[in-house]
T-cell receptor, first 110, second 109 residues
Framework: DADVTQTPRNRITKTGKRIMLECSQT?????MYWYRQDPGLGLRLIYY???????NKGEISDGYSVSRQAQAKFSLSLESAIPNQTALYFC?????????FGPGTRLTVT | GQNIDQPTEMTATEGAIVQINCTYQ??????LFWYQQHAGEAPTFLSY????GLEEKGRFSSFLSRSKGYSYLLLKELQMKDSASYLC??????????FGPGTRLSVLP
């Protein structure tokens, strides 16, 4: 089984809809991250969490919110989706060395 | 602020050696990472440098010079499966990772 899982893997939604992307990990790491990836822009940090009670904004948090339900679960919400939030979204966990990424969620907002 | 720069695209021939450069400016440096990412897939960890010098891992090596804000990833004996994007990332004192735009490498037969 994969160490970091994301659901859904693909989603098409309409402008103005609320959508939640979920991430679960079995690595036992405290640190979890949400990134979005756009062509030519690399990975950009949306939110990160270093434990259940710790939530921090990243570089591009506007229009997003997160919830850390447990050590293993970190969800990303788009309260009112807009077309420029169309992107590939990755969840990641980290120990003191590397990051481990989930398979990604491809989100399209029409 | 933080800024990371990499070449956008590179092309090399199967069996050859290629060097992918990364320059960075950061307010607090706590390690430099290289990831490989095939199209549509998740990034996977390749190497990590926190001190100056060369780290070797099989066909892949990574070099760091903190005083110059410079790193490179060296890929030897290129194979077709090495065609991918290579992401340079800096970890800062806040334990966050800032990624460069990635270098898309095409390996030709």
């Amino acid at each position: 089984d994969a160490d970091v899982t994301q659901t859904p893997r693909n989603r098409i939604t309409k402008t103005g809809k609320r959508i939640m992307l979920e991430c679960s990990q079995t690595k036992g790491h405290d640190r979890m991250y949400w990134y979005r990836q756009d062509p030519g822009l690399g990975l950009r940090l949306i939110y990160y969490s270093f434990d259940v009670k710790d939530i921090n904004k990243g570089e591009i948090s506007d229009g997003y919110s997160v919830s850390r339900q447990a050590q293993a679960k970190f969800s990303l919400s788009l309260e009112s989706a807009i077309p420029n939030q169309t992107a590939l979204y990755f969840c990641a966990t980290s120990d003191f060395t590397e990051q481990y990424f989930g398979p990604g969620t491809r989100l399209t907002v029409t | 602020g933080q800024n990371i720069d990499q070449p956008t695209e590179m092309t090399a021939t199967e069996g050859a050696i290629v060097q992918i450069n990364c320059t960075y400016q950061t307010s607090g440096f706590n390690g430099l990472f290289w990831y490989q990412q095939h199209a549509g897939e998740a990034p996977t960890f390749l190497s990590y440098n926190v001190l100056d010098g060369l780290e070797e891992k099989g066909r892949f090596s990574s070099f760091l010079s903190r005083s110059k804000g410079y790193s490179y990833l060296l890929l030897k004996e290129l194979q077709m499966k090495d065609s991918a994007s290579y992401l340079c990332a800096v970890r800062n004192y806040g334990q966050n990772f800032v990624f460069g735009p990635g270098t898309r490498l095409s390996v030709l037969p």
